[in-house]
Structure formats: C-alpha cells, structure tokens
C-alpha cells in the first residue's frame, strides 16, 4: 500500500457530549491522516474549548452557523491533501477504516467511497428505532452505486469535488449528501461506493425530542418540493402517515407496541414542526 497522505474535516456544532471521542478515534487510525481539520460552525457550548486541548489538529471557527453545504466546501477548499475524507462529530471510527478506505481508493481513485456505520448506543429505545428505520449503511456487503452515499464517514479525491463545484450550500443540516451523491452519478465520470469493512459507529443518543427534529429535517429539508407551502405541508404529512402506516403494521406484526408507540409520537409531532416551519415562513 502507497504511502498517500489523506486529510480529514470534521464540521462540529455543539459536539461537546462526542467530539473527543470523535478525535481520538480519527488519531488512533492504523493509517494515519496526514492532516486534521475540524470545523466548529459557532458552537455555543463547549466544543472549541475542547478542541484545544489536542495537538496537531487544525481548528477552523465559523463567526456565524453557516450549516453543513458549507462547511464540507470549507473542510476540503482548506484541505492540503488532494486525497479528502470527513466524518460527522458524533462518529467514531474503527482503527482500520481508513487503511481499508485507502485499500479501495488505490484500485479507482475516481470513485467516493462511503463507510458502514451502525448505532452504539441501542439501550436506548428511540436510538434503537432510529437505527431501525434510519440506519446509515446499505446493509454487510460492499455495493457498487448504491442509492448514495452517508455524509456521516466518506472519502474523496478533490477532483470530484471540483467537478461538481461542491455541495449545495443552501442544505445546512441535511440531504447535502444525497444531492452531492446524485450529481455524482449523473455526471458518468465518477463513481460512488459502498464499503461494508470500513466501520464506524454512531454516539449520537436521542430521546423523543431530539428524534423527532432529526427525522423532520431529514425529510423536510430533503423532500423534493423546497419552499415552505400549504401544498407541501399537505403533501409531506400525507407521506409521512403512509411511513406510520406501514411501520405500525409490521411493527404490530411482531408485536413491538413500543415502536407503535414511537411511530405515532413522532408522526405528530413531525405534523406540528412542518406547521409551524410554514408560519414561521410566511411572516
């Protein structure tokens, strides 16, 4: 294996609870990073007092929360190596992700490779359902082109990344990934990859709260209809009680009445943050 230096960004808000985690498990690689960037987008917590406590990392502070499009534009504009990869500030990774990332980046460098991520934290019953229905990996083997590619650990080279001119910056918490994954794909130049043997695992501990915002913004933020409007208040909450619907049912199924329990609660109050998403729009 060449030895190919590789530079990693991590963008950070409020990441005080994992973001030590995070750093250690990116110094502790097999393969070590020849560069460590994180970004702390105007934390208003104690993550960039954190931060400081390392060495030999690069600390970038936004004056502003400008969101996660621009963050993963700044992390790789910045990056001295033409080899990129980024993860989340909750993820921790295995000691070889990179070793094997970089095993797979030697035989097609025109390809972004994503890892496999799994929840660490499933005491928890709302992680446990997250991890039920939003998991964020395509399963135990590699695939070629799959749906797209999950933010949370990838790899790229910057030529990618030049030819789509960068992420959308007007995705500021998510479906910045998916949409950078699909123009790959449109573009039959590059390639996107699954890497089942490059594992992470996610520390992010949610209760009904903290889930319930998580999923509508993955959902609202990513629905094909942007603008806030009756119509599309109208159209995603009929979408989402089809989502309830079939996730009852097979919960019911099994017999699992606290996920039935789960699904409902976060149906509702999906329904009242989409609403009050539209008011706070229109005024």
Known sequence: MSLVKVSIYIPAFNAEKTIKKTIISVQNQSYKFDEIIIIDDNSNDSTNKILKEFKDIKIIKNETNRGLGYNRNLGIKLSQNDIVASIDADVVLDPKWLEIMIQNFEKNNETMFGGKMTEKLLINKFNKWRAKYYSQNWGDKDVDNPPFLYGC?????????????????????NGEDIDYSKRIQKSQKFKIKYCSKALSEHLQDDDLDTLSKRIWRYHSFGYKIKEPSVYKTIKISIKQFKFFLNRS????????????????????KFILLEHRYYKNYKK
Do not use: A, P
């Not at 650990?153 to 918490?173: A, C, D, M, P, R």
């Open 153 to 173: 650990n990838t790899i790229q080279h910057k030529s990618v990344w030049k030819f789509l001119n960068g992420y959308n910056e007007k995705l500021l918490t």
């Open 249 to 268: 049912i097979k919960d019911l199924i099994k017999l699992d009445f606290e996920f039935i329990y789960i699904n409902f609660l976060v149906f509702i």
